[in-house]
Each structure stands twice: as C-alpha cells, then as structure tokens.
C-alpha cells in the first residue's frame, strides 16, 4: 500500500506506530521504529492518540522467520490465589474499554451527522458536495458505527452483572471478525482525506461544517467538544490499534482454562494478522560507526569526540599529532575490506587558536535533548544488560545475545552522541571555527593542556598536498591508541561491569596552592561510557589550603573511576562567556583513582589522596551496594518521623500530611523552585543529617534551620524522609497493583485501574501524595530555569515512593542482580510517578467520590 501524504499522515502502516511508540517488541526490547519519529520516506508517522508509556512487553506483531505473523505466548495461567485479583484487573480493563467504546461511538455520530443535509443538498442546483464526493468522503462509516453499536450493547450487561462466569470472549471474537469493514476504510482513507481538503478549499460552506463537529461527552456528561473532521477521520485508524492492545491486556489477566481464553486468543490472532497484513517494512536504525586514529610524524592523542557540523551532532575521531590536529570519521567499506578514515578537516597547530571568554564571534547555537529522554535511554541500555546476562545462561541463547548486543550497541552510541554539552571550540587563524561537544571539562581541559603543551615549541605552518593528507588519514588506522567507542558491545565479557549503588566521599582539604584563591571541588564518575559530574564542594574563600570536610552520596551505574577536579572561581563577571554549558572558572588539577571493587566495598572508610599539578586533594570513600542502601529500615524509636509509619507520624501530629512534608515543601518553593537542578543536585551530607537530627527531635529551631539552610539540602531531606519510610509512600501491598496497571496497554482501562489503586490508599498516603504532585508540578512548570521536567522528578521521586519494603520486594521471588533490580523495576516505578504527574489535577474530595474517575478519550 502506498505511504499517505496528505495532511502530514503518512502512511497507514498501524505497526509503524506501535513500532515508534511502545516500548518493548516481542524479544523485550525496544522496537525498531523509524529514525526519530521518521518514516522511511522522511515524512513523520501517524500521530499516535495514547501517549501513555508501557511496560507491556508483547505489544507489537510477532513474526517468525519467514515474516508471518505468530500467536503470541499465552500468558502463565493464572493460580488459584490470583483469580480474585485476574477477574478485578479483567473488569477494570473492560470497564475502561467501554468507557472509551461510548466516546468513539459518539465520535463516530458526530462524524455521520453532517451526511443527511449534505445527501439532501446534493440532488439541487447549489449543492455542497456530489454524491460521488459524499461518498468518498464517508465511505463505511456508517457500517463501521453500526459494528460498535452492537458491540457497546452486548459488552454493557456483561459488565453490569459481572462474576467469574460472565464470558466476553465471543464478543471480541466478533469484532475482529468484521475487520474487513476497516481494511476497506483503509485503503479509501488517503482519498478521503484529500478529498475533504478540495472540498474545503473550494466550499466555505463545507470548510466551516468539516471545522466545527460537535462531539457528545460521556452519558452523564453535559460536555460538548468542537472536532474537525481530519481528526474524526483518523479515529477508526487508532480504533484497531486500541483494541489489540485490549486484546494483550485481557488475555494477561484470564485463566488459561477458562471459556474466554481461546476466543481472546482468536481474535487477537485475527487482529495480529490484520495489522500484518497492511504493515509496511521498516527500515532498522542504521548503527552509529566504531572509529580509530593517526600517523606519520607521530601521533600525541586521539579519542572519539562529538563534532556540532551543520547543526548536527557527529561522532568524529580526532587525532593530536606533533604538528596538526586531524578530525576523521570511519568511511563505510564493504564487508571484508580494510577500515578507512576520511578526513573532514585539518588544523596545523601553528595556526590554531582556542576561543577566548571575551572573543566576540556568536555561538552557534547548541541543541540539548531533554534530560529525561537521556534518563529514559539509559534504563533501555540497563534492561538490554539484564536480558543478555541472562539469555548467556540460557541453552541456545547465543544467537539472542548478538541481536541484544546490537541494539544496545546502537543505543549506547546514541547516548553518547548526544549526551554531552560542555563545548570545546578549536580556530584557525583564518576565522573558522570548529566546534566539539564532550562530557566533562576532564577531556576539555586534557585536550587543551596537550594542543598548548605542543605549541610550545619551534612550529612551522604545515600544508599537505591532497596525496600528503590522503597518506596521513590512511595511516590512522594503524597509529590509533583508541580503537573503538565506548560501548559495553566492544569490551571483553570478563571485563569488569563496574560499581551499581552509592559511592559516599568525603572532601577533606588541599595543599600545594602557590597563592591564596576561591577555591572548590567537583567530582564526577563514569557512567554509560561517558562522565558525569555528580557533586561539587562549596567555595573556601581567600586560601592557599582549603578545608571542606564536605561528605556526599553519589550514584554509580556501573561505574569503574571517580574523577576530582579543583577549580579556582572566577567572579569577573565580564569574563563569563555567553554559553550557558561554558565553565569559565580555572582548573587548578584534575585527577582519578580507580574503583577497586575489593577495596571500596569494605564498611570502612577509606582515606586516599589525589596528586594534581603538585596539588594534593586528600579524601575519603565508602561504597553501598545499591540492594543494601535501597532497604528500608524501620526506626526503632517511635518518638521521631524518620523510619516510622506514616499513619503514626500524623496520628500524632493531628495533621493530614506530616509537619516535615509540608514545611520542606513550603521552603523549597520559597526559594528553591528556580534552583537548577533542584531534587537532582546532592545536598552536603552533614546537613542533610543535621535536619534529620532536628526533626526526630522536634527542635524549636527547625524553621530558623531551615531558612538558613542550603536548599539542596532541605531538598536532600524531603527524599530522604520518603526513601527512609518502613513502607513506601504508595504501600506494600499496593506495589503489584499499581505495576500491573502501569503495564495496561489501553488508556481507559489504565485510567480506571490507576484511580481506583490511589483511592485504595489509606487517607494520609493519599493526601501526601497528592501534596506531593502538587509540588512537583509547581516545580515542573519552572523547568526553563529550573531545568526539572516532569519525568526528571520522576526519575529522582518514582523510586523512592514506590520501591517496597525488602519482606515484600523479595517475596516469592529469586533475588535479583543490582542492575536487575535497577532496570526493570525502576522503569515501571518512574512510569507510575510520571502518569500521576502527567494526569489532569487530581482532587482528593472527587477521588473518593467517584468510582470512574475520568473517562479517557480513544
């Protein structure tokens, strides 16, 4: 079938979308879908109406080797203590499913109700539309309609009367039955669609009808929407889409042996294949290249660095030689054949120049993904690990592995192209500019400190004949020091995986400064290939030997190396560049100590020094396995509000929501709403367990603390509290629950499911919960300074609300792995905070009141 272009829908392909929207295919990993929300063709794919993530791993068409579509794998049958709960989740899935039924139906009127006066016009001298074009235009709507009428009116008692014996299956089996009706609306839907457009360009009668459909709310709903007639078009398209996804979401929650089982299954078949049937081939991402390095006269340094060319992100080798610095990237050569570079430009050192702070010449502006969509990459990679370590256990898994390891391999070359944002510039003195991005002002400062150390000698202006440069850029193969990314894909298995869990440091003092100076520290790890700056001391003012004795707790994932830069502040405001990513404050020395996994695991401390450019920065270190500092431990005194059950806590304070919630909340909006990075940054450690230490005691000086304190700090404290609770903020017993409904692939039915879980909570969960959004969406709406999204307070709050008790985390299952642990619940522990977040506001008097909470459009 040809791909559409009208209108900005390009092609019909319904798998398209699933491809390009859920998160896992039938392997487990994410699917394939066209580059960047592109079609092969480079036009964009049908918007897709559910927005929603999901964890559901089956969404997607399974097919064999042969490309025909298979049956999927029926889900495990469900044990007699799950039946209860299976029949709950199966009525709030249907439930849901009608609620959204009744709307498309409604939309389905709206659309056929302009039909009788248009047929009526058409027999006169004046008519709107011909027949011909009525026709085309309304082509099997009215079939389609009458399809689900029937369907809403058999599926409606079932609901009203429902118990374990109410059999639905033959219904859907019905439905998928009559999908003929839609693959002859499909193949008209192009026409259609241009058609409207003539007819609305050329009548402006028909343009104001096609406008301003009005679309009946739900029954007992006086609501009354305004659609334009594309969009009601487009709503059979979803429609099919929708109710596969019901399909998935019914069978998961139906006993194999009950009567419902085989028809479910039937219609989902006929459903799968259906979509198979006007499913187009799509094109697999092309997978970013491993590239190498230098010659002749000899070569200094080379790594891969991510050039900014034509407002795009490459990935570049460059290569440092004694006389020139090269950027090359790997030319594409055929299987078998020897690598090649191609170089894309070259500067002779005697001509190059760094940019200086007060240089004149515009940036080119930088292009930063959203930090949530690095977030999201970072838990596909770590779910991708999980799969692999364990299909190497499995017999004949070798084969899964290569594919695993190829879709990680290109999902960490994303990452690492388009994580970074601190910029080096490079000129020559010709006036062009060239300009990299990298991850740490570490490999700034290191390729700035080895081009200057080269210029220091006696150099001459080098210029290479085209024979000269091809020789040189043809040399790089053999002469490179780095061979390939840094992708998990091109190390050895028994390279070490690295540290997961919190690495604790302590920032004593430095010596060896030749004068006195505004001094402070940052420290950064390694993670994902990439280094990440995670903490950074306070500035000890007009000193030659600084004292900080500052303590922090940072994240590893999977991190090998703990890097220390000293910086000395720069307070020349005129010297700040107009680049926010720009650190113009000077590096003093820089160094890195290995994290030896023997060592750094002991309780104990560990004191060690870091020797920079003669300068001494003496710390300690400490390292948290992330099972043991994810446990919750309950206090043993009852007296305080750290470790103790929330319902104490407001028992005892005659309050809704505990006194420690609402006063970090009120003061983080006094004077932290604006802070960049507000909940992510890590506060000092002493104060953190100052404030704690002020609460449990009910200290008359907890308001003066708190006005005085850092508010990264005070922020530290309120995570603190939730992650220290002897119960997650959203229950132990609800944790399954709100899993399962996270996973419900259909709006409706996740609406329904997500409501009546937070209205099972009890009263002070519910109500500090919904304190809780509220101020994070406060927070969330301040994201252009405060650059804290909505899924990055998701990503720092999901966890800490939801993650169980370990009694409940480990009931009835294997002990899972640190990264095992990290990836796939994490993800489903974020989604479930996010859909909150995302969700209209919700209100505590209208939660309790209603049983269907909201219906959801289709």
């Known amino acids: 079938m040809e791909p559409l272009s009208a209108h900005g829908l390009p092609r019909l392909s319904w798998i398209d979308t699933l491809y390009s929207k859920c998160n896992y295919n039938t392997d487990g990993y994410e699917g394939e879908g066209a580059e960047d929300g592109k079609s092969q063709d480079g036009s964009e794919t049908l918007p897709y109406i559910d927005e929603s993530p999901t964890m559901s791993p089956q969404l997607c068409v399974a097919q064999g080797p042969d490309g025909e579509p298979i049956s999927p794998t029926p889900p495990e049958g469900l044990h007699e203590g799950d039946l209860g709960k299976g029949l709950e989740m199966k009525k709030l899935v249907l439930s849901g499913f009608l609620t959204s039924e009744e709307i498309y139906i409604n939309q389905l009127e709206a659309l056929q109700l302009p039909l009788r006066p248009l047929k009526a016009t058409a027999t006169t001298s004046q008519?709107?539309?011909?027949?011909?074009?009525?026709?085309?235009?309304?082509?099997?709507?009215?079939?389609?309609?009458?399809?689900?009428?029937?369907?809403?009116?058999?599926?409606?008692?079932?609901?009203?009367?429902?118990?374990?014996?109410?059999?639905?299956?033959?219904?859907?089996?019905?439905?998928?039955?009559?999908?003929?009706?839609?693959?002859?609306f499909v193949d008209n839907y192009k026409i259609a669609l241009e058609t409207a457009e003539k007819c609305s360009q050329a009548?402006?009668?028909?343009?104001?009808?096609?406008?301003?459909?009005?679309?009946?709310?739900?029954?007992?709903?006086?609501?009354?929407?305004?659609?334009?007639?594309?969009?009601?078009?487009?709503?059979?398209?979803?429609?099919?889409?929708?109710?596969?996804?019901?399909?998935?979401?019914?069978?998961?929650?139906?006993?194999?042996?009950?009567?419902?089982?085989?028809?479910?299954?039937?219609?989902?078949?006929?459903?799968?294949?259906?979509?198979?049937?006007?499913?187009?081939?799509?094109?697999?991402?092309?997978?970013?290249?491993?590239?190498?390095?230098?010659?002749?006269?000899?070569?200094?340094?080379?790594?891969?660095?991510?050039?900014?060319?034509?407002?795009?992100?490459?990935?570049?080798?460059?290569?440092?030689?004694?006389?020139?610095?090269?950027?090359?990237?790997?030319?594409?050569?055929?299987?078998?054949?020897?690598?090649?570079?191609?170089?894309?430009?070259?500067?002779?050192?005697?001509?190059?120049?760094?940019?200086?702070?007060?240089d004149s010449d515009p940036c080119p502006s930088i292009q930063v993904l959203p930090e949530h969509e690095i977030e999201e990459m970072k838990m596909k990679i770590s779910v991708l690990k999980n799969e692999i370590q364990k299909e190497k256990k499995a017999p004949k898994g070798q084969s899964r592995v290569e594919r695993l390891r190829k879709k990680m391999n290109e999902q960490e070359s994303w990452l690492l192209l388009h994580s970074p944002t601190i910029p080096f510039r490079v000129h020559n003195k010709h006036g062009k500019t060239f300009l990299f991005l990298l991850s740490s002002d570490y490999e700034r400062s290191e390729w700035r400190e080895s081009i200057q150390k080269l210029q220091k000698k006696d150099l001459q202006v080098c210029i290479l004949t085209t024979y000269e440069l091809q020789v040189l850029t043809n040399s790089c193969v053999k002469l490179r020091t780095v061979h390939n990314i840094p992708v998990t894909g091109n190390k050895d298995d028994e390279e070490s995986s690295g540290l997961y869990g919190f690495l604790h440091v302590i920032v004593h003092s430095a010596k060896g400064f030749k004068e006195s100076a505004n001094l402070y520290c940052t420290l950064e790890v390694d993670s994902f290939g990439y280094f990440v700056s995670k903490a950074k001391t306070r500035v000890f003012r007009d000193t030659a030997e600084p004292s900080w004795n500052e303590e922090f707790e940072i994240e590893l994932e999977g991190s090998q190396y703990l890097r220390i830069l000293c910086y000395e502040n720069c307070y020349d405001k005129s010297m700040l560049n107009k680049d926010d990513n720009e650190i113009v404050d000077k590096i003093m020395g820089k160094g890195q100590v290995q994290l030896d996994p023997q060592t750094v695991q002991s309780k104990n401390w560990q004191m060690d020094v870091i020797e920079m450019n003669g300068i001494k920065v003496e710390f300690s270190m400490k390292f948290t396995s992330r099972d043991l500092s994810l446990k919750r431990t309950p206090s043993k005194k009852q007296s305080g509000v750290f470790g103790v059950k929330i319902s104490v806590v407001t028992k005892r304070e005659r309050s809704k929501v505990p006194y420690i919630v609402r006063q970090c909340i009120e003061e983080v909006e006094k004077r932290g709403i604006d802070e960049v990075g507000i909940y992510r940054i890590s506060g000092v450690a002493t104060d953190i367990q100052a404030l704690k230490l002020a609460f449990d005691t009910n200290t008359k000086d907890i308001l003066m603390m708190l006005s005085d304190m850092d508010i990264n700090a005070i922020a530290g404290t309120l995570k603190l509290y939730f992650r220290e609770l002897p119960e997650p903020l959203l229950t132990d017993r609800l944790y399954p629950a709100f899993m399962e409904g996270i996973a419900l692939s259909d709006p409706a039915a996740k609406e329904n499911c997500m409501m009546h879980l937070l209205r099972s909570l009890p009263e002070p969960n519910i109500m500090t919960f919904l304190t809780l959004l509220d101020h994070l969406k406060r927070v969330a709406e301040k994201e252009p300074v405060n650059k804290m999204s909505l899924h990055n307070l998701a990503t720092v709050f999901g966890p800490t609300l939801l993650r169980p008790s370990e009694s409940e985390s480990l009931k009835g299952q294997h002990i899972m792995s640190a990264t095992d642990i990290w990836s796939h619940d994490v993800m489903g522990q974020v989604q479930v905070l996010l859909y909150y977040l995302q969700h209209p506001p919700i209100s505590y008097a209208e939660l309790k009141r209603n049983t269907l909470y909201f219906s959801t459009d289709v």
Not at 147 to 176: C, M, N, R
Not at 315 to 331: E, G, P, S
Request: a neutral charge.
């Open 203 to 358: 009548n402006i009668q028909f343009q104001k009808i096609s406008e301003n459909l009005k679309v009946k709310g739900p029954k007992d709903s006086k609501d009354c929407s305004t659609v334009s007639m594309e969009a009601l078009l487009y709503k059979p398209i979803d429609r099919v889409t929708r109710s596969t996804l019901v399909l998935h979401d019914l069978l998961k929650h139906t006993p194999e042996d009950h009567p419902d089982f085989p028809l479910l299954q039937d219609a989902l078949r006929i459903s799968q294949n259906f979509l198979s049937s006007i499913n187009e081939e799509i094109d697999p991402r092309r997978t970013a290249v491993t590239t190498p390095k230098g010659e002749a006269r000899q070569l200094v340094k080379d790594g891969f660095l991510v050039e900014v060319s034509e407002s795009s992100r490459k990935l570049r080798h460059v290569f440092l030689f004694t006389d020139l610095l090269l950027c090359a990237k790997m030319k594409k050569t055929a299987v078998g054949r020897h690598q090649q570079y191609e170089c894309k430009w070259y500067i002779p050192l005697a001509d190059l120049t760094f940019q200086t702070p007060d």
């Open 127 to 184: 008519p709107v539309l011909t027949m011909q074009q009525i026709d085309t235009i309304f082509y099997k709507i009215q079939d389609i309609l009458e399809i689900h009428k029937e369907f809403y009116d058999a599926l409606s008692p079932s609901i009203q009367q429902w118990d374990e014996k109410v059999t639905v299956g033959h219904l859907f089996k019905k439905l998928a039955s009559q999908l003929g009706v839609y693959k002859a």
